[in-house]
């Protein structure tokens, strides 16, 4: 029978953990309260500048499970918000919203909440794109909902890793059946058969669906004509023809990579040519 261990004790020894490593610890525990909007304060000496964008975007669709509670300081009898400056700026644009949730901590000196939120957003990381799509599939966004959808029909997986049996570029397909879902659905089953056997490429799925989207009027990638060009010109082309114009052009994104694959599939034509709106 295994015996069980404790982990706040050091199993050789016998001591505990905090003071045979001597781990530190910094103030007191703070106190949960439920303070008015109107009192809480934001010190422009240490905290970052706010982004109004952000903060708009909290105030339309307000979620008190991810508000949480902001991390306030108190110090001479004025409540400084040190982390959560940007939930407090949407509650003030609300007037269905009153008060807030706070952990009040007693503050001898700004320099002591400085370190604090240096340290709090220093050890902060945004989430992954992977970790934003799980989160988006269970919330149930329609979009995400979309995009695992033709993923998962194609036989593929949605992944951290790329390889032939998955998918890594979620949040380029999700972009894509927000903003341009018509020319998703044309151009996604080339991407698949050109990617066949291998890691659907960012660069592969941004060049077609940049060309789709910009084509002059009339044309289309996923016209047969062009469908067998790709189809030839295959992966390891469209990687090649994009990777070239990156270098032409000093810089990626997906219009240089559709020019690059552009440029490959009009190569030896004088007619029935590809062109983009805006590019002569």
Sequence with gaps: MQVATNPEVNAKTGKAKVEQYKWL???????????????LEIDHS?????????????????????CGVLTVAKRGGRYYVVDGQHRLMAALKRGDIERLPCLVFESAEMRDEAVAFRDANKERRPIT???QWNADLVAQDEATLFAHAIITNAGRTPSQTAGPGTVRCLSAIVSAARTSRDELGRVWPLAV???????????VLGALMYLECNLVEGQSVADKRWRDKLVKLGYKGMLDASQRAA????????????LGVMQALNKGSRTHTLSMRGEG
């Design 193 to 203: 058969q050109v990617c066949a056997g291998n890691a659907l490429h960012e660069r």
């Design 129 to 131: 794109t992977f970790e």
């Design 247 to 258: 270098a032409f052009y000093a810089k990626g994104g997906p219009k240089v990579w559709a």
């Design 46 to 66: 240490y905290q970052r500048h706010a982004k109004n964008a952000r903060v708009l975007k909290l105030a339309k669709r307000w979620n008190w499970l991810a």
């Design 25 to 39: 610890m910094t103030g007191a525990p703070g106190e949960l309260l439920y303070l008015a909007k109107t009192v």
